[in-house]
């Protein structure tokens, strides 16, 4: 180590939690205030590298994009020094002005008119599921209703060939693993992924996707002249990567929130005019997407805390959504509240793009449950699937009782 190491690392708090560990991964929640207590930014020696949980910080420099760039990675891997798993994303691994023009693209395609589109099919789905889920009484809710929702509209929304459901769930893990270190979470899921892969990249090709999807409207920027064939392909695979796991978590952990929560369950029966705030609080109380990295592109101090170039820096959604300078009442999830400011969506230039895709989804969720669905009660311990990056469910024992 370098003396000036040494120096810009004095006066740095040193957290000793293994923030990459089965204890940690399956319940975040319960380390989250050491986090946020150690200081506005702290180090983590067992990876050599920086850490912010508060709300503050970890929005500032998710604004910061010049500063804490993307394109090194937004996993612990410094794409500056090691070969990623993948080629990068051109959206999520890039920083302007190639961002710019991705960004810009999926943008158009991703759109609330297309989305407004498809609320009657998805709603129907989601009631025929929901009746069914109702009719049975007690569920998983995660195979049944938080899985089975978006693999009914997910893949026609894309155009994508049928039958790589597990192909698209395996490759999703795999991916959001990857942005954590290479432990035996990672290489679990990272052993199965080829045939997933192979899958994907087959599917992103433009003749494999039908002609009214999102994936032919990524292809139709390249026949503009916007992006290349090839970029077109890398493009889809974003849609593939980030569409599915994300959305069947959200789902999965607003369920279990109101099946610990029955009195907000009662208040949302009560003024159904609170349902388009619901997914939101219950990102932000518990986030899917639970971190990610930037990578320092110059010599920063960041709250009295030097940050030398090249440090990866891990950012703490998830803890930030339940920062108490902030939130009042930050552990409660309460329907009423503005959850507006979370970063369960991220902040800044690459803020999700499917963020109103998943809120649709949601909606139509509750649409479905609301008339039919007097109470959501645990019928048993939630399974976890343990996670680099997602707080995850694998599955989600419940009783709807009917209205
Ligand atoms: C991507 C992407 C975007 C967001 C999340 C993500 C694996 C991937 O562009 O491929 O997670």
Redesign the pocket.
């Known amino acids: 180590m370098t003396e000036s190491a040494v120096v810009s690392r004095s006066g740095v708090p040193n957290v000793d939690i293994d923030v990459f560990g089965d204890a940690f991964l399956a319940d975040p929640y319960a380390r989250h205030k050491e986090l946020r207590e150690a200081g506005p930014v702290f180090y983590l020696s067992s990876y050599g590298i920086y850490g912010m949980a508060r709300h503050a910080e970890v929005s500032e420099t998710l604004r910061d994009w010049q500063t804490f760039i993307s394109s090194r990675g937004v996993g612990l891997t410094d794409f500056g020094k090691e070969e990623p798993w993948r080629p990068p ?5 890039a920083d302007p002005p190639l961002h710019q023009r991705t960004r810009g693209i999926m943008n158009e395609v991703v759109n609330l008119s297309s989305l407004r589109a498809l609320r009657p099919v998805w709603q129907e789905h989601a009631n025929e599921l929901v009746e069914h889920a109702v009719a049975r009484g007690t569920i998983d809710g995660v195979d049944d209703i938080a899985q089975a929702f978006p693999l009914r509209i997910f893949p026609a929304t894309i155009g994508l060939p049928a039958g790589g459901e597990d192909h698209l769930l395996r490759y ?1 893990s795999v ?2 693993n ?2 954590g270190p290479r432990n035996h979470i990672f290489e679990n899921t990272a052993n199965a992924a080829g045939p997933a892969a192979e899958w994907v990249a087959m599917a992103c090709e433009r003749a494999n996707l039908n002609s009214s999807g999102w994936g032919a409207g990524v292809y139709a920027a390249a026949d503009e002249g916007r992006c290349t064939e090839s970029e077109a392909g890398r ?1 889809v ?2 849609l593939l ?2 569409g599915l796991d ?1 959305t069947i978590n959200g789902i999965g952990n607003m369920l279990y929130a109101f099946s610990q929560n029955p009195g907000q369950w009662d208040k949302l029966r009560e003024e159904p005019r609170l349902l388009k705030r619901v997914f939101d609080e219950s990102l932000r109380w518990d986030s899917t ?1 639970q971190t990610f990295f930037r990578t320092a592109s110059r010599d920063v101090r960041v709250a009295g805390v030097d940050i030398p170039e090249g440090s990866k820096v891990l950012l703490f959604l998830g803890a930030a959504n339940r920062d108490p300078r902030k939130w009042s009442d930050a552990e409660t999830f309460d329907i009423t509240r503005s959850a507006s400011g979370h970063v369960g969506f991220g902040f800044g230039i690459h803020q ?2 499917g963020q109103m895709m998943a809120r649709q989804e949601a909606e139509m969720v509750l649409n479905a449950l609301l008339p039919r669905v007097r109470r959501i009660e645990p019928a048993g311990d939630p399974g976890r699937v343990l996670n680099n ?1 997602l707080h995850a469910l694998g599955s989600l024992p419940i009783t709807f009782v009917p209205d």
């Open positions: 994303s051109l959206l999520l691994e999703a991916a959001f990857a942005f493009l695979r974003s990567t980030a994300t997407a999700c793009l990056t």
